[in-house]
């Protein structure tokens, strides 16, 4: 159980344009989903917290405008990346959180590789 | 804001040798979670704990919720290559907050 997918697993885009990351719960209803960025041999850095019909959270230093979020419904929560450059270039994992009894867990998608040309 | 030590940042160790890491903070927390993230992949959850003093295993992996709630520990025995990643804690009190990760290297 608590499966959490995301597509495409690989992205390679040109410069300025846009990306959008799918990040689904295939066995459970996530009022809240999450999105991270991973550099190189570093930490997770939370970007943004989406919760299902309300605009997501984002943390200091992360551009809404940039990084558009949307947690349409209770399984699915989408990540664009607008107007992508090179420094976009990154990992990005996103997690859904499950339980709530004894205490709510995040479970990890595998994570989407973008590469901006 | 919460914050977690994560120690040691990263360990190198033969093959066998027992591994031991651990989170500690200044704040309590209700859950502690252990995570466990393979090169190129989403991290993966090991182990949950959630009292105080409990002690669970996985396998190898064993891992103990600190009795004063502000830390937890996570031992893996008799290590293998395929052990080799990067290690993350969070603890839990309302939303998680994550450890920087500890990146194991297992040498055969």
């Known amino acids: 159980g608590a499966v959490v997918s995301q597509h495409p697993s690989r992205v390679i885009c040109k410069s300025g344009t846009s990306v959008k990351i799918e990040c689904r719960s295939l066995d459970f209803q996530a009022t809240t989903m999450f999105w991270y960025r991973q550099f190189p041999k570093q930490s997770l850095m939370l970007m943004a917290t989406?919760?299902?019909?309300?605009?997501?959270?984002?943390e200091q230093g992360v551009e809404k405008d940039k990084f558009l979020i949307n947690h349409a419904s209770l399984t699915l929560s989408t990540l664009t990346v607008t107007s992508a450059h090179p420094e976009d270039s990154s990992f990005y994992i996103c997690?859904?959180?499950?339980?709530?009894?004894?205490?709510?867990?995040?479970?990890f998608g595998p994570g989407t590789r973008l590469t901006v040309t | 804001g919460q914050q977690l030590n994560q120690s040691p940042q990263s360990m190198f160790i033969q093959e066998g040798e027992d591994v031991s890491m651990n989170c500690t903070s200044s704040?309590?927390?209700?859950?502690w979670l252990w995570y466990k993230q393979d090169p190129g992949e989403g991290p993966v959850l090991l182990i949950a704990?959630?009292?105080?003093?409990e002690l669970t295993s996985n396998g190898r992996l064993t891992a103990q919720f600190g009795i004063t709630r502000k830390d937890s520990f996570l031992n893996i025995s008799a290590s293998i290559p395929s052990d080799v990643g990067i290690y993350f804690c969070a603890g839990v009190a309302g939303k998680s907050t994550f450890g920087d990760g500890t990146t194991l290297t297992v040498k055969p």
């Open positions: 704040s309590i927390f209700n859950t």
């Open positions: 704990l959630y009292k105080a003093g």
């Open positions: 997690s859904a959180e499950s339980g709530g009894v004894p205490s709510y867990e995040q479970y």
């Open positions: 989406s919760n299902e019909g309300s605009k997501a959270t984002y």
